[in-house]
C-alpha cells in the first residue's frame, strides 16, 4: 500500500546487532498506491513529523499524533506501519498507558528538507533575540549542525540566507541601550519553571513595587522585551527594562492548567490593538518627510491624503493631510521628533497639550542655557 524509499548505513536501518544506535537517512519519497483517491505522491513530512515526535518525545499516543498532525488516527496507524517496513524500530502498544515509540537509543538523522524550509531555519540566525537571551553561540553551533545534515543542493541557497536577510527588531529612532539588566534572571526563572519576585516600576510611578508572580515566557515585540506572568492567578504583562530587581525563588513555577504564552500574549495584544481610540488627531506633513513619518509613526497613522499635491507653504513645500489615532492625547507627543516637519491642527486640546510642552521645554532650555 505505501513504499517509503530510505538510505541507510546497514540493513535499510535495521538495527545491528540489537544495538538501536544506529542512524538512519530518510529521503523524501514517499508515494502511496492503490485506489484512485489515494493516487499520486503524498508529503513525506508527515512521516519525518511522526519521527520527530517519537524521538523527542517518547511514547505518543496515536490519538495525541493525529490531533498533531491533523490526520485520522487509522492514518497514523498506517504511517507507522510505513516507518517500520521501511526499517525504522518503531512499535504500537494499546491499552490504557500504551502509546508509539521507538526502541530506545535509536536515533535518526533526517535530512528530508526543502529549500524553504532549509531558508526559514537560518532566517534564525540574524541577529536579535538569541543574543539577548544568552544563546547566540548555541544557535550558531546548533546551525553549523544542520548545514552539516542538509542535502548538498539546498546548502548554498541556506548559506547566502544570512547575507539576504537582517532581522532589526528596533524601532525607528528607537533608544539604542543595553539588553535590560534583568533580563538574565527573568530568563533563568522562564527556562527553569520557577517563580520570580520583582521589584518593578510601572510606566509614570518613580516608586517600584514588589510583585511574586508566575512566568508562562518572555515575548519580545518590536525591540522590546515583555515578561508575561500571573499574579495572584490574573495575568499580567511586565515590560523588562522597568524591572529593577530579578530573584529567581526556589519554589516552582504555579500555572494555570491548560494556559500557555502563546495563547496568554494572543490576547494581550488584541486586547492592546483592538482598545477603543481615545483621540483622534488632525495634522499635515511636508512631503518630502512623508514616507519616513509613516514608517515612524506606524499604526498611529490612520489616513494620509497623500495622492494630490496638497497645500504649499511660502517657501513652495507641498504639505500633506495625515489622520493620527493614539490612546491617549499625552501620545501625540511622538510628531515633535519631526519639529516643523509636522503640523498638528486638531483638535484643540491636542494643539493645547503640544503648545504647553513646547512652552515647557523652551522654558528650561532657556534657564539651561542662561546659567
Known sequence: MCSLLVRAGAGRGQVPGGDTSCRTNLTLAVRFSGHPRDAGRVKSDRLLSILLLLQTRGRVSAAELAERLEVSVRTIYRDVAALSAAGVPVYAERGRHGGIALLPGYRTDVTGLTADEARALFVLGARGTHEALGLGGALGSALRKVMAALPAPHRPAAEVVSQRILVDQGRWYGRREREPEALPALRDAVFSDRRLRLRYRRGGESRARTYTVDPYGLVAKAGVWY????????????????????????????????????????????????????????????????????????????????????????????????????????????????????EVTGPPEAVRFLAQTTAALAARYAATAET
Open 227 to 342: 515578561l508575561v506572568a500571573d499574579r495572584a492567578g490574573a495575568e499580567r504583562m511586565f515590560r523588562a527594562d522597568r524591572v529593577v530587581a530579578a530573584e529567581v525563588l526556589p519554589a516552582p513555577v504555579r500555572r494555570r492548567p491548560g494556559v500557555d504564552l502563546a495563547g496568554l500574549w494572543e490576547s494581550m495584544r488584541r486586547r492592546v490593538d483592538e482598545a477603543p481610540v481615545a483621540v483622534r488627531v488632525e495634522a499635515r506633513v511636508r512631503r518630502a518627510r512623508l514616507d519616513l513619518f509613516e514608517d515612524v509613526s506606524g499604526a498611529a497613522v490612520e489616513r494620509a491624503d497623500g495622492g494630490e499635491p496638497g497645500e504649499r507653504d511660502e517657501r513652495g513645500d507641498d504639505w500633506v493631510n495625515v489622520v493620527l489615532s493614539y490612546p491617549q492625547l499625552s501620545a501625540v507627543r511622538q510628531v515633535l521628533a519631526f519639529g516643523t516637519d509636522v
